[in-house]
């Protein structure tokens, strides 16, 4: 079936809505969400970063479980090598046990070389440091006693059920590295994805599912007059776009976000699609029953009332449809992931 998913980073930017209020709603959207029939939140991280994107996501998964019964929720991607892996392993047993198996983790080395120095974490340091902590976790996830860094430790409380650790990252390295040491691989270009399938079968590994298609782009929204939420949310798109470029430009990786001048050079990335609920139609039918629909709704700071919107759009004029037709199942009550 086709999947449902939301995704948050956050950001509030001065002249968007209120970081209380930005919250406020990704929990009411979510509550939402998980009656309406969705399948996923993911929630994203980022630090010191001028318009506060979310730096604490396990908190705010730990909000959504309580606002949920079902979906699962994504942490995409923590960046290991800023945290004490000891930490991570209790966080993420609380929250799985919190959420009854929903949470999904994927962890990543990062890019951005500001949080490195934030944290006092040397970047040529972060590949051994992103192996170490997910060798740690592994360990941490069993309740057993373990070492590390020579100090031993445990996690008494285990997850909910067995936790699958995915790796993220954008280059061939990290897709050698997931075979290696990871259970799956979420690649920032799908190009990657091939570099991980060959390392599994060279060295006898199976590798794990692929992520669903999803349309080209990184953001949908659906809207009655999309001209008019072009000119809504052309500003908070923009911030998103020039956000994310400045980070890669100076990390000399990622292709699909830039620097752009103007929302005319930004619709002609094809980055962001606002479609009618036809056109939306047209898209999930395109991808099939084995596609992802993925919605941003507080995308750079902008107004809830705007993304409440477009979910709303969706919900009455292409989720009946797309359920008619076996695209999307019904809603049939909670359920766990794993």
């Known amino acids: 079936m086709t999947e449902l998913g939301l995704r948050y980073d956050l950001r509030a930017p001065a002249f968007g809505a209120s970081p209380a209020d930005l919250y406020d709603a990704a929990l009411d959207q979510c509550a939402w969400a998980d009656e309406t029939g969705f399948d996923l939140v993911t929630v994203l991280e980022h630090h010191g970063a001028d318009d506060g994107y979310c730096p604490s996501p396990l908190i705010v998964a730990a909000a959504l ?5 079902r979906m699962r929720i994504r942490i995409r991607a923590l960046v290991l090598p800023l945290h004490d892996p000891v930490r991570v392993a209790e966080d993420c047993a609380v929250l799985d046990v919190l959420s009854r198996g929903r949470l999904e983790l994927v962890v990543a080395a990062g890019y951005v070389r500001s949080e490195y120095a934030m944290f006092g974490v040397d970047p040529a340091d972060r590949g051994r440091l992103l192996e170490r902590g997910v060798a740690t ?12 860094d020579g100090r031993p ?28 040491i990871a259970d799956n691989f979420d690649p920032t270009h799908l190009r990657t994805r091939a570099a991980y399938e060959q390392e599994c079968a060279r060295l006898g590994r199976a590798p794990g599912p692929p992520a669903p298609p999803q349309p080209r782009g990184q953001f949908l929204h659906v809207s009655a007059d999309p001209e008019k939420d072009w000119v809504r949310l052309g500003p908070h798109l923009l911030h998103e776009m020039c956000s994310y470029g400045e980070w890669l430009a100076a990390a000399g990786t990622g292709r699909q976000y830039r620097p752009v001048a103007d929302l005319d050079e930004l619709r002609a990335t094809g980055v962001y699609r606002i479609v009618t609920p036809a056109e939306c139609l047209a898209l999930a039918r395109e991808l099939g029953p084995a596609g992802r629909l993925e919605f941003h709704p507080l995308v750079g700071g902008a107004d809830p009332e705007i993304g409440w919107s477009g979910l709303r759009l969706f919900a009455a004029e292409v989720l009946p449809t797309l359920q008619a037709e076996g695209l999307v199942g019904r809603y049939a009550g909670p359920t766990g992931a794993r």
């Open 153 to 180: 430790g445990r996690v008494a409380l285990r997850p909910h059920g067995p936790l699958p650790i995915t790796l993220g990252g954008s280059s061939d390295v990290a897709a050698r590295r997931a075979a290696l």
């Open 137 to 148: 976790l592994r360990a941490a996830f069993t309740g057993e006693p373990f070492v590390h």
């Open 65 to 69: 479980a309580a606002r949920t019964r």
